[in-house]
RNA sequence: CGGGGUGUAGCACAGUCCGGUUAGUGUACCUGCUUUGGGAGCAGGGGGUCGCGAGUUCGAAUCCCGCCACCCCGACCA
């Protein structure tokens, strides 16, 4: 057991090795007998909930409400917005037919060939047509806008090259989308949006971000201007968090949306959409796990506390079972969420391990000597410390403990950031400097062949132009041209 | 679709080059006893179409041919 625990370590510089059979080992997900698809197992999954949970109260909060459209839509919806249809035709799964039959040879179920539908329906990669086909019907005049729509739903986008988390075939997510009578208050939304998706990064997920613009290249199919947060990996690499699009007028004139405004003029909607997914649990391991497993922050954790009993027979497990149960219900009391694990078919040891790779922030280990002394021991997660403390008072200690543990993952994570961010001026340099990781800050001409020369040659990309921080303007690392600002470098999920 | 690799017990793998007892090891599982403050120990036990098909041979996990599946690297990707 210890042995395979070294592997484990050992393998920690292979990240992404190390990051599957973490994934795996932990409870989270393991590869389906589908293509590129994932069983979400019920630990892994209780972490999706609890984002999901707090997501949605923070769309409401911002005025949202959920509806839920259909998996599937016609094939010419899709095509109906031309950028939108470019980018979204090579890797759509398409449904062609209804009916299976035996076949007459006798080799089984085939397709019936009599069953050929009329229009073929594409499962969704996204779900921007097929609302905007309904939309047209819900909106006449600016008294029917805002609408101010959210679903969560699944998506499937077929990729040559799936990997676990961060790009599998089919995903879960939540997809917003918004109808504005004006340019300005979809604007606004969009910018809302971003904002709400770094908060939650940061504030839920203990995870720096930089929010920032796409650059036309990176943008979205159809979007007139696409907002992200870029978090960065303990590995070095970048990862697109989530986006929000302002999609202008586009997907309103493909599908024929127009409103009566206050001056009974004729105008088309204004939109917006926004998205994050089941990626953000890939973000959340790959941001703080260390060598023994996971480290979530108790913000997200399934279970804040784990508590395990130490016996020598039963009737020390009966007086521990005593002892705990007026503990958790202290705990409780206070809104933490506590697992008790007094199984009989593993040892302390065992435990400690499970619990860790499953990243519980605190864990409470109780024992005769500790029912003689009044005492607990209290270990926490973050920095695999532990401590015993008296029992008296100690639900207000954890209550205390893990929003210090949620600061410390958080600070963590951003003195990691800074660390590995820096401003590269010359294109050698920055060729030199993309080999060992990170963010790089890097005066750009602003030109879609730059952008794709620098990828061409060191397969880096620009993951945004930020909107905060350094604006002084300069020369372009490659060209010499005038630059804006700099720009956020780095090779990418 | 290109380049590389792997298919042997639930899982991880050895054995394949150089064919030869009843196919093996770790782990997991079952039973019993002892253990329980960092992935327990001992004893016993169950579990295999060796990816599929066809061939060579007295004899194939091993050699030849064909096929299939999966993984990694690339192309692809908001």
Redesign the pocket.
């Known amino acids: ?2 042995k ?2 070294k592997e484990l370590t050992s393998r920690a510089k292979d990240y ?1 090795q190390w990051y ?1 059979d973490l994934v795996i ?1 932990a409870d989270l997900a393991e ?1 389906s007998a589908v ?1 590129g698809c994932m069983v979400i197992k019920p630990y892994g999954f209780a972490i999706w909930e609890k984002m999901q949970r707090q997501l949605d109260d923070m769309f409401k909060e911002a005025g949202h409400v959920n509806a839920y459209f259909p998996l599937f839509i016609p094939k010419s919806y899709l095509s109906r917005e031309a950028d939108h249809v470019e ?1 979204f035709a ?2 759509c799964a398409v449904v062609t037919h209804y009916r299976l039959k035996n076949d007459p040879e006798g080799s089984g179920l085939i397709v019936d060939p009599e069953a050929k539908l009329e229009e073929e329906l594409v499962v969704r ?2 779900s921007e047509t097929i609302i905007w086909s309904t939309y047209k019907n819900w909106i006449q005049s600016y008294r029917d806008l805002p609408i101010l729509v959210n679903q969560w739903a699944n ?1 499937v ?1 077929w ?3 799936t ?1 676990l988390f961060l ?1 599998t075939t089919e995903f879960l997510w939540q997809e917003g989308h918004t109808a504005h009578a004006t340019k300005e208050e979809a604007i606004a939304e969009t910018e809302q949006m971003i904002n709400v998706y770094a908060e939650f990064a940061e504030k839920y997920m203990a995870m720096p971000v930089v929010k920032g613009f ?1 650059t036309e290249s ?4 159809g979007a007139e201007e696409t907002y ?1 947060i870029e978090a960065l990996m303990q590995d070095g690499k970048a990862l ?1 968090s989530g ?1 929000s699009h302002f999609l202008g007028q586009n997907f309103a004139k493909a599908f024929d949306v127009q409103f009566t405004d206050q001056n009974g003029k004729l105008e088309y909607v204004w939109a917006t959409s926004w ?1 994050v997914s089941t990626r953000l649990m890939g973000a959340l391991i790959m941001s703080h796990s260390d060598d ?1 497993g996971l480290v979530l922050p108790p913000k997200l954790a399934p279970y804040q506390v784990v508590i395990v009993p ?4 039963l009737e020390q497990l009966q007086r521990v079972d005593e002892k705990v149960k007026g503990i958790m219900e202290r705990l409780k009391a206070l809104g933490i969420t506590v697992k008790y694990d007094n199984s009989d078919n593993k ?4 435990k ?3 619990y ?2 499953k990243g519980v922030p605190v864990r409470l ?6 029912l003689e002394n009044n005492t607990v ?1 209290v ?1 926490r997660r973050d920095t695999l410390t ?1 401590e ?1 403390l008296p029992m008296d008072g100690i639900e207000n200690h954890i209550k205390k403990l893990l929003n210090e543990i949620q600061e410390n993952i958080y600070k963590k994570a951003v003195d990691f950031r800074e660390s590995q961010t820096r401003e590269v001026n010359s294109y050698d340099e920055f060729k030199e400097e993309i080999e060992k990781g990170g963010f790089l800050l890097c005066h750009w001409d602003g030109t879609p062949e730059t952008e794709a020369l620098i990828k061409d040659e060191t ?1 880096a990309t620009i993951r945004c132009i930020p909107l905060e921080g350094d604006k002084t303007p300069g020369k372009c690392m490659v060209t010499g041209k005038p630059s804006a600002q700099r720009v956020l470098f780095a090779r990418a999920y």
Not at 218 to 221: L, P
Request: charged letters at 40%.
């Open positions: 057991m210890a395979e625990l992404s599957q080992k590869n293509r980018g090579k890797e990669p996204t998506v986008r990729e040559m090259r990997r790009r796409k990176e943008r979205f199919a992200t697109q986006t998205g023994n130490i016996y020598k027979n040892k302390p040891g065992w400690f391990s499970e860790e790779l280990a109780i024992g005769a000597r500790d021991e270990a532990k015993t397969k």
